[in-house]
């Protein structure tokens, strides 16, 4: 079978096929998606390098202030600005992670159009200012939703606290979480039904797709199941080595937080960044693994309904 027609998406596919047509297609253009995003993963790189390093300098002092029993107000006062230098970098590692997935959609989008992911035409990449917008506004969208969803599963979870014993209300507080993330799954369709469909509005299309993303959770639970579970193993396979180095910086500030002689020689700072960066680097290309196999199980459930309203039709006439 033709390689562009084993690979279109509007093809009826199992969970299964379209994880590993959604793994073929993006290491068959891996090269052409690295042209094209190299510098957004650099941003990347330098903001998992800051999030990472500042997250290594305040750690050791949150923890011994916690085995001290510190009074907060003095253990806030004492960090000083590490914790508006913490936020900046989640935020900015937010930016790029955004910026990241817009390039895995911009592909998507264009082979969704016209079967192929072609090379840039510059040295220093391209970028979709759409799909980056897009891929911005349905990712806060998603933020707002799961904080909502949350709000109220804490509020639950705390009014039942009051009415049930204290083995009682952690079970219904694990399985309001449960629900949350279960409610969440039928969203993985419709996402990729707003990122995909030209001039679609972000809550109109996820209201009226989300009975469709019910009739199909089992295939949407189980894509998102495997790329969890591959992406989270490939992430700690390139990370092991920023791992133990972090770690061994985190043991050397608190031990000299406690008076001991630092026991890390002086180049360690610059060799941990650049790990870290590295690491970060890696792990952008890793992300975008996770949302091809959606690509192709968006392009299986938009055939399958497509397949039942015209069986349908007939009888409405």
Same mark, same amino acid.
């Given at each position: 079978m033709n390689q562009n027609n084993d690979l279109q998406a509007f093809r009826l596919r199992s969970a299964g096929a379209a994880i590993a047509d959604g793994y073929r297609l993006y290491m068959g253009n891996f090269r052409r %998606?690295?042209?094209?995003? #190299?510098?957004?993963?650099?941003?990347?790189?330098?903001? @998992?390098?800051?999030?990472?390093?500042?997250?290594? !300098?305040?750690?050791?002092?949150v923890t011994i202030m916690q085995l001290m029993n510190v009074d907060p107000t003095v253990a806030i006062r004492s960090l000083g600005l590490l914790p508006i230098y913490q936020a900046l970098a989640t935020l900015l590692l937010f930016l790029a992670t955004v910026g990241m997935s817009s390039y895995a959609f911009a592909a998507m989008d264009e082979h969704l159009s016209s079967g192929a992911i072609t090379v840039p035409a510059k040295w220093y990449g391209r970028i979709s200012w759409r799909m980056l917008w897009r891929t911005l506004v349905a990712s806060v969208c998603f933020l707002l939703v799961f904080v909502v969803l949350q709000a109220i599963t804490i509020a639950l979870g705390w009014a039942g606290s009051h009415y049930l014993s204290p083995t009682a209300g952690i079970i219904l507080f694990a399985l309001l979480q449960l629900l949350v %993330?279960? /409610?969440?799954?039928p969203f993985g369709y419709g996402g990729m039904k707003? +990122? %995909? @469909?030209?001039?679609?509005?972000?809550?109109?299309?996820? !209201?009226?797709?989300? @009975?469709?993303? &019910?009739r199909h959770w089992g295939a949407l639970f189980v894509v998102m199941l495997i790329t969890a579970i591959i992406t989270t193993m490939l992430g700690y396979a390139t990370e092991l080595p920023a791992v133990i180095l972090g770690m061994a910086n985190m043991s050397?500030?608190?031990? @000299?937080?406690?008076?001991?002689?630092?026991? +890390?020689?002086?180049?360690?700072? #610059?060799?941990?960044?650049?790990?870290? !960066?590295?690491?970060?680097f890696?792990? /952008?290309?890793?992300?975008?693994?996770? %949302?091809?196999?959606?690509?192709?199980?968006?392009?299986?459930?938009?055939?399958?309904?497509?397949?039942?309203?015209?069986?349908? &039709?007939?009888?409405?006439?």
């Open positions: %998606l690295f042209r094209a995003s #190299w510098p957004m993963a650099i941003g990347y790189a330098v903001a @998992t390098c800051l999030f990472l390093s500042i997250g290594i !300098s305040l750690a050791p002092t %993330l279960a /409610a969440f799954v707003y +990122m %995909l @469909t030209p001039k679609a509005s972000f809550f109109p299309t996820l !209201s009226a797709t989300y @009975t469709i993303g &019910l050397s500030q608190m031990g @000299t937080l406690q008076g001991d002689p630092a026991g +890390m020689p002086g180049y360690m700072g #610059w060799m941990t960044i650049v790990v870290l !960066s590295l690491a970060g890696i792990q /952008a290309y890793i992300q975008l693994t996770a %949302l091809f196999p959606f690509y192709y199980l968006f392009g299986s459930i938009e055939t399958e309904e497509g397949e039942k309203s015209a069986l349908q &039709l007939p009888k409405e006439q």
